[in-house]
T-cell receptor, first 111, second 111 residues
Framework: GIQVEQSPPDLILQEGANSTLRCNFSDSVNNLQWFHQNPWGQLINLFYIPSGTKQNGRLSATTVATERYSLLYISSSQTTDSGVYFCAGSYSGAGSYQLTFGKGTKLSVIP | NAGVTQTPKFRVLKTGQSMTLLCAQD?????MYWYRQDPGMGLRLIHY???????AKGEVPDGYNVSRLKKQNFLLGLESAAPSQTSVYFC??????????FGPGTRLTVT
């Protein structure tokens, strides 16, 4: 199956700083999603982004499918951005809709 | 519109006991999933369903059974709980291979 590698595993930011999180895939994907798990454990879908670039407020994501990676940008970070960010992917051409998750990037934003 | 809900939120079992976790969604999604989350392991797929009356094994299916008798419900059963099944269990749903939405999770401890 697809292997998903996320970097960095841990990140500490001062409030107001910008950051880039990376997700690499071992094989082609045509379904790629980013999630945020807040400190209370809730998983929120941030982006469905199999290719191209999308923006949602201070967050944006870019997927370069041909090179098998995706980036999540967080600008002007706030303490509420703290938590774990997961990327997940699958290739539905083989009839598989099972997303494989990376192990996450733990982000701590300090005031 | 409640999204994805899970029952119960917390449970403590003794080794060998059985229990059923209930997941319900009101978004008319065809696909439903059960994941488990363990420290440092990310999320791993247990079982999934692509429609009413269908189920399939995921990455870690041993020790679990599932049923999808109604489109809106997906049940996860543990017939004989083991300490290795101590985990946080998440249910999710999606419209085909689109965005995946998670429930709030069930924290299960097996002693």
């Amino acid at each position: 199956g697809i292997q998903v590698e996320q970097s960095p595993p841990d990140l500490i930011l001062q409030e107001g700083a910008n950051s880039t999180l990376r997700c690499n895939f071992s094989d082609s994907v045509n379904n790629l999603q980013w999630f945020h798990q807040n400190p209370w454990g809730q998983l929120i879908n941030l982006f469905y982004i199999p290719s191209g670039t999308k923006q949602n407020g201070r967050l944006s994501a870019t997927t370069v499918a041909t090179e098998r990676y995706s980036l999540l940008y967080i600008s002007s970070s706030q303490t509420t951005d703290s938590g774990v960010y997961f990327c997940a992917g699958s290739y539905s051409g083989a009839g598989s809709y099972q997303l494989t998750f990376g192990k996450g990037t733990k982000l701590s934003v300090i005031p | 519109n409640a999204g994805v809900t899970q029952t119960p939120k917390f449970r403590v079992l003794k080794t060998g006991q059985s229990m059923t976790l209930l997941c319900a969604q009101d978004m008319n999604h065809e696909y439903m999933y059960w994941y488990r989350q363990d420290p440092g392991m990310g999320l791993r797929l247990i079982h999934y369903s692509v429609g009413e009356g269908t189920t399939a094994k995921g990455e870690v299916p041993d020790g679990y059974n599932v049923s999808r008798l109604k489109k809106q419900n997906f049940l996860l059963g543990l017939e004989s709980a083991a300490p290795s099944q101590t985990s946080v269990y998440f249910c999710a749903s999606s419209l085909g291979s689109g965005r995946m939405y998670f429930g709030p999770g069930t924290r299960l401890t097996v002693t």
